[in-house]
């Protein structure tokens, strides 16, 4: 029995690797001059699928033909380009007057891979490609100007805006002498990365209803893999579609969009995410959410990468629309509403990831580092577990004491076919011994499997919580949420894991021994591109386990030595051959 859990629990990571291997594979590079006319026909598509309905925004900036149209003189606007600062508590943000978009949003709290503030805005997009709050209609000469004329800027002072201990409001506003009038509001919140956005456009006196696009996401690369590194790759979401309806979180990677690009519903949220940051409309109401995936090259090597651009169309002009964009940090995304913490991707163990991470803050409170939190937790977990396993334990070491007199019985019905009838009195016999010895052959399994939700939500935990990314332990282990760069604590890992299934109580052949003996090189192999605190985790959780075994071994004693009288009767032929057992056992 217990070999059937060893392989249970090996399968079950098993499926967990390949998973996060082949249904979240990184961005498939693409040569990047394909990028624009897959995104044009795209739109196109689109734009065709909802020409009988309420207008849809185009998603591609004016045609050159259309730009070189002369624009009308402007009215409302300043004497060139300029950019204006906004500081919150968390978040750096820079805006241009050129369209009134954002340029940049650094988070203070959180670094990039070369120590400066993580921007979630990507940095070396194509310039035809939407920034963040453009503005999309369904004629692309408006589109156009929308975006590139110069709006006149109140709410700053010199260029900077203060919204570090309250909220502060930030308005542009164009016109031109065509009629076309544009108004953008942006309300700052002090510290939950929350900016407010309301946006009006009139031509001609008449209202138009834009779509908001969020350009490229999420991030350069430093938002991606939580630090950077290649070895992370199977480790680390890419970013993907993210919307809640109905009560139920869809997730939908970039490979999947060209089926359906469009989705169209009452959103709670709906936005871009990765693996640990989140850029979403919150409680948007009813509106159409259109995704489209674009691939770019990572600035200073040959590889790409994948990022989504999003547009949002509402029902009405947007007002007073919330935009979360920040990191996906259970208790603030909480504060925000209760249902985006369902962005951060537990899984089904879910409900036990949430209090281990709360116990897991609790202890870092006091330790003040996470690497030392893990190895607290991972004892308290496997002391709270430990009459489980070592019921599990005795259970296995009665097994292996029965496994003389099981092979005994098997071998005298070796020869009979597993339809034959006669098979059944081999089946009483083997339960008449299991009575008589007060063993029963689920008890080493069940104990082990009650523990398995458990370990797989702590494995959720320490893969998907932005509390390890950019975490100390110390020494060499730098970053929590990376791989070991010297792939020692997997080293140290396979080798215990080596360690506990020798020692471990088996009933197994000496075969299927050795084919068992083959998992801790495999786990080790597979744990090589782990984030280091879930390998952290899993050599303290195996050095417990090898101790407890120890210790139920002193518990209880050595395993008696047993012998098996010889059987008197000759192995049962089958019932089919003209002999009965009784008679072969008087002969």
């Given at each position: 029995m217990e070999r059937r859990v060893l392989i249970a629990v090996f399968l079950s990571f098993l499926v967990l690797y390949g998973y996060q291997t082949f249904f979240v594979p990184p961005a498939q590079p693409q040569p990047a001059s394909t990028a624009q006319p897959a995104a044009a026909a795209s739109a196109t598509t689109a734009a065709s699928a909802a020409a009988g309905a309420a207008a849809t925004p185009a998603t591609q900036p004016a045609s050159p033909a259309s730009a070189e149209a002369p624009a009308p003189a402007a009215v409302t606007t300043e004497a060139g380009e300029r950019t204006i600062v906004v500081n919150t508590a968390t978040v750096e943000a820079t805006l241009s007057n050129q369209g009134g978009r954002v340029l940049s949003w650094r988070l203070k709290d959180y670094k990039d891979d070369r120590g400066e503030p993580l921007d979630l805005v990507p940095s070396n997009v194509p310039a035809t490609e939407p920034k963040p709050f453009s503005l999309q209609v369904n004629d692309d000469q408006i589109t156009n100007r929308l975006n590139s004329a110069i709006y006149r800027v109140s709410g700053d002072a010199g260029g900077r805006v203060d919204a570090?201990?309250?909220?502060?409001?930030?308005?542009?506003?164009?016109?031109?002498?065509?009629?076309?009038?544009?108004?953008?509001?942006?309300?700052f919140e002090p510290s939950d990365y929350i900016v407010s956005f309301s946006a009006a456009v009139t031509n001609s006196g008449t209202a138009l209803n834009p779509s908001v696009a969020w350009g490229p996401g999420l991030g350069d690369v430093g938002a991606t893999s939580g630090g950077g590194s290649f070895f992370t790759g199977n480790y680390v979401q890419?970013?993907?579609a993210i919307y809640h309806r109905e009560g139920k979180v869809e997730r939908i990677a970039a490979g999947e969009l060209a089926e359906a690009p469009a989705h169209e519903g009452q959103f709670r949220f709906v936005g871009i995410d990765d693996h640990y940051f989140l850029a979403a409309a919150v409680n948007p109401g009813q509106a159409r959410a259109e995704f489209r995936p674009l691939t770019l090259p990572i600035p200073g090597t040959d590889t790409q990468r994948q990022l989504l651009a999003q547009t949002l169309r509402f029902q009405q002009p947007p007002q007073n629309i919330r935009f979360f964009v920040g990191p996906k940090q259970f208790e603030l995304l909480k504060t925000?509403?209760?249902?985006?913490?369902?962005?951060?991707?537990?899984?089904?163990?879910?409900?036990?990831?949430?209090?281990?991470?709360?116990?897991?803050?609790?202890?870092?409170?006091?330790?003040?580092?996470?690497?030392?939190?893990?190895?607290?937790?991972?004892?308290?977990?496997?002391?709270?577990?430990?009459?489980?396993?070592?019921?599990?334990?005795?259970?296995?070491?009665?097994?292996?004491?029965?496994?003389?007199?099981?092979?005994?019985?098997q071998d005298r019905y070796a020869g009979l076919k597993v339809t034959d009838?006669?098979?059944?009195?081999?089946?009483?016999?083997?339960?008449?011994?299991?009575?008589?010895?007060?063993?029963?052959?689920?008890?080493?399994?069940?104990?082990?499997?009650?523990?398995?939700?458990?370990?797989?939500?702590?494995?959720?935990?320490?893969?998907?919580?932005?509390?390890?990314?950019?975490?100390?332990?110390?020494?060499?282990?730098?970053?929590?949420?990376?791989?070991?760069?010297?792939?020692?604590?997997?080293?140290?890992?396979?080798?215990?894991?080596?360690?506990?299934?020798?020692?471990?109580?088996?009933?197994?052949?000496?075969?299927?021994?050795?084919?068992?003996?083959?998992?801790?090189?495999?786990?080790?192999?597979?744990?090589?591109?782990?984030?280091?605190?879930?390998?952290?985790?899993?050599?303290?959780?195996?050095?417990?386990?090898?101790?407890?075994?120890?210790?139920?071994?002193?518990?209880?004693?050595?395993?008696?030595?047993?012998?098996?009288?010889?059987?008197?009767?000759?192995?049962?032929?089958?019932?089919?051959?003209?002999?009965?057992p009784e008679a072969d056992g008087k002969a």
């Open positions: 570090t201990k309250s909220a502060a409001t930030l308005v542009f506003e164009f016109e031109d002498a065509s009629g076309l009038h544009a108004r953008k509001e942006f309300r890419p970013p993907q925000v509403d209760a249902e985006l913490v369902r962005a951060i991707n537990y899984g089904m163990f879910g409900f036990l990831a949430v209090p281990l991470l709360s116990a897991l803050k609790w202890i870092f409170a006091f330790v003040g580092n996470y690497g030392w939190s893990i190895i607290v937790l991972t004892i308290l977990i496997n002391m709270a577990i430990f009459p489980l396993r070592h019921k599990s334990v005795v259970s296995m070491r009665k097994m292996q004491q029965l496994q003389p007199q099981l092979k005994a019985i009838p006669a098979r059944q009195k081999m089946n009483t016999e083997v339960m008449n011994l299991y009575r008589e010895r007060g063993v029963n052959p689920a008890s080493g399994c069940v104990p082990m499997l009650l523990t398995l939700p458990v370990l797989f939500a702590f494995y959720s935990l320490l893969s998907q919580s932005i509390e390890l990314r950019g975490a100390s332990f110390g020494l060499w282990l730098h970053d929590l949420s990376v791989p070991d760069p010297y792939y020692i604590t997997p080293i140290m890992m396979g080798a215990t894991m080596f360690w506990q299934q020798k020692i471990t109580p088996t009933s197994a052949d000496p075969a299927q021994q050795k084919i068992m003996m083959f998992m801790p090189l495999m786990f080790s192999f597979m744990f090589l591109r782990a984030p280091s605190g879930l390998v952290v985790y899993w050599f303290i959780s195996n050095l417990w386990a090898i101790g407890q075994q120890y210790f139920t071994n002193w518990w209880i004693g050595p395993a008696p030595v047993q012998t098996v009288r010889p059987p008197a009767e000759r192995k049962v032929k089958s019932v089919g051959a003209g002999r009965t």
